[in-house]
């Protein structure tokens, strides 16, 4: 029997106690403008899912209730393309129902597909992949894989690629070869545990948010997102703030992020967490699958440092995680034993992840294909910064939230400080945390001309905190 990844367990683990939910969907959706041969998108989709094994796995249980995969052959693997017509103002509502499908794991693959005709030359191609068979950079071979599968079959030929050196199974039998047992000093395992426990000693829980409603005794998956969008200039300056450091762009706003959360009431302890690829190894490059594991940036705010500074802390402990990222988080957390709540995520409550996979892979021919956005209605954690650079050299992404502890006008608000921060330390990287400012010019002036009343400065902030609890001292 074939065992699950380690990340891929976590996700089946999330599933049966999440009754099948659909926040764990990867769903994007693509806007095709020209003449479709339907015929050809439909076997182009069935050559990619034979390609790639880990888009035909089921997952069933033993008679120990331990999960293994069962994949199915490229000929037993079901893969329809429906089509359905549809008008502009009904095609939101339509999306939504089919990203909302509940996989059952262990009868059905995890991937589906479906076409929306809004013209005899527009069409909507929305596919729905469960994240135990996938992850964000699995969208760049994805793309690729379908491109080459639709240019072939619609010149009446199957697709004439060069086979993987590896499929999923095998790097899941490789990855627990290589980490060891965690009870085992001398395994990998074990090393990269010791280091994690140390950095994360201490972390204070929950981080200090302004929610506009007190944490429910058990946080829910519902969420909705709002843009975010960093002009070009802004983001040209903040590239080049990387490349003088010798760091990454998601370096660079994670740790504007840090600042932020800073800013907001979180102190000088902020912890933020993040996706990393887990595709140590090149012959996972061309893999759809699962890869992907979180890690933990604990970004230190004290002594007043300048963003610079605050750089250099920022790169320096992003290079060390990485060097220690193959431990999977579930074990972190099993072994780090931090305190624990059905409320909050165990060691951080904020994510940020920079999504560097390029859509502009996916080019069929005739076509024009754009990326149909489609705002999320699940939230991973409380707020979850997603951001990408686009043709333009703009920074996009949206910020993901918690509806139970957010209003959509507070996330906005958050966003619109997120972008003055950037703002600012693209403008002078010296300034020193303590002078960064978050609220806008018009906040300041009316704060500066005698808003003493607590409570009405509060609310001007956005912020709903007890008095007791008041980080801001007001």
Known sequence: MIPLSF?????????????????????????????????????????????????????????????????????DAPVPLPVADVTPEELPGAIDEVIAHRFDLAAEIPFRAHLFCCSPEEHVLVLVIHHIASDGVSGGPLARDLTAAYTARREGRAPQWTPLPVQYKDYALW????????NDPGSLAAAQID??????????????????????????????????????AVAAGLQKLADERGMTMAMVLQAAVGVLLGKLGGGDDVTIGGPIAGRTDEALADLVGFFVNTQVLRVDLSGDPTF????????????????????????????????????????????????????????????????EQHL?????????????????????GDLQYATQLFDRDTAEAVVARFVRVL????ADPLLPVSAVE????????????GVNDTAVAVECLLYTFDAADDPLGL
Do not use: C
Not at 21 to 26: D, F, Q, S
Not at 41 to 46: D, E, I, K, P, V
Not at 438 to 449: D, I, K, M, Q, T
């Open 423 to 426: 703002e600012q330390v693209a």
């Open 7 to 75: 990340a891929q367990r976590r996700m089946w683990l999330t599933h049966q106690i999440e009754g099948g939910a659909e926040t764990y969907n990867i769903s994007p959706a693509f806007r095709l403008t020209g003449p479709l041969d339907r015929d050809a998108l439909a076997a182009a989709l069935r050559d990619v899912v034979g390609r790639h094994e880990t888009l035909r796995t089921t997952y069933v249980t033993d008679e120990d209730d331990e999960p293994h995969q069962r994949i199915l052959a490229a000929g």
């Open 195 to 232: 280091y994690w426990r140390a950095e994360l000693a201490g972390v204070p829980q929950p981080l200090n948010l302004p929610l506009d409603r007190p944490r429910p005794a058990e946080r829910s998956s519902h969420g909705e997102a709002v843009d975010v969008v960093v002009d070009p």
């Open 308 to 371: 610079a500074d605050l750089l250099a802390q920022v790169r320096d402990k992003a290079l060390t995680a990485y060097e220690h990222q193959d431990v999977p988080f579930e074990t972190l957390v099993e072994q780090i034993n931090p305190e624990r709540s059905l409320a909050y995520q165990p060691l951080f409550q904020v994510m940020f992840a920079w999504q560097n996979f390029a859509r502009q892979d996916f080019e069929l021919p005739g076509l024009t294909v754009e990326f």
């Open 175 to 182: 990855q627990r070869e290589l980490l060891g047992d965690v």
């Open 438 to 449: 978050v609220l806008s010019v018009a906040e300041r002036e009316w704060l500066v001309r």
């Open 376 to 396: 999320t209605q699940t939230a991973l954690s409380d707020l979850f910064f997603s951001i990408a650079m686009d043709e333009s050299g703009a920074l996009r």
